[in-house]
């Protein structure tokens, strides 16, 4: 697994919190699906955070406009904003059948990048197959 050190612009996401992590990840997901006329093109992550009593999960989705925006926010879905920076990224192919592989990847990135505690660590669903793993690691890894 070799990850390689990009700069993630900052995201700002709809957001629906897993009651439990990982068994209701899916179903944070599904919260924001479900007010969506479609899933093409639409972009969505997920967010670890870790805490004093384990992992943290959140389900976000990019907003097409400012519009939809408020509309999710009058929904009662909150409004996440990450700060850009440098992270590590790991590109995992055919990623439902190794879901099983995302906590040692990014355990293994963590080992061998460090990791900003600042920003979340981050999965970029790019599309049904491909997952992008994504660990903010600290600012002196820009040059590496």
């Known amino acids: 697994m070799t990850a390689t050190i990009i700069q993630q612009p900052a995201l700002r996401l709809i957001t629906a919190r897993s009651a439990k992590f990982p068994e209701g990840n899916r179903a944070a997901f599904r919260a924001l699906e479900a007010h969506l006329k479609s899933l093409k093109g639409r972009k969505f992550y997920g967010l670890v955070y870790e805490t004093e009593t384990g992992l943290d999960y959140h389900a976000g989705l990019v907003p097409d406009n400012e519009i939809e925006e408020r509309r999710f926010a009058a929904?009662?879905?909150?409004?996440?904003?990450?700060?850009?920076?440098?992270?590590?990224?790991?590109?995992?192919?055919?990623?439902?059948?190794?879901?099983?592989?995302?906590?040692?990847?990014?355990?293994?990135?963590?080992?061998?990048?460090?990791?900003?505690?600042?920003?979340?660590?981050?999965?970029?669903?790019?599309?049904?197959?491909?997952?992008?793993?994504?660990l903010p690691v600290p600012r002196r890894e820009q040059s590496a």
């Open 75 to 134: 929904l009662g879905f909150p409004i996440t904003e990450i700060a850009a920076g440098p992270c590590a990224r790991v590109k995992m192919l055919d990623w439902s059948s190794k879901t099983d592989q995302i906590g040692p990847s990014f355990g293994a990135m963590i080992q061998q990048h460090g990791i900003d505690p600042s920003r979340p660590q981050m999965e970029y669903y790019r599309s049904f197959t491909e997952l992008h793993l994504l």
